[in-house]
């Protein structure tokens, strides 16, 4: 996901997207904590989707 492709969405869609990303997170932590987890890289990037859509959010906020 780009921040170009972020951008492009409404603010209502980013916070349902942000939603989703840090209930995927906590998911993919619980599976990572109980050695279920394939890929541990799919945390990072999902971390870092995170920070895409709050730093898109908060330039939302302060465009006005």
Known sequence: MTAKELRAMT???LDKK???LKAELFALRFQHATNQLDNPIR???LRKDIA????V????????
């Open 11 to 13: 603010p209502a869609d």
């Open 18 to 20: 942000l939603a989703d």
């Open 43 to 45: 945390i990072a990037d």
């Open 52 to 55: 895409r859509v709050k730093t």
């Open 57 to 64: 959010i908060r330039e939302n906020e302060i465009k006005g």
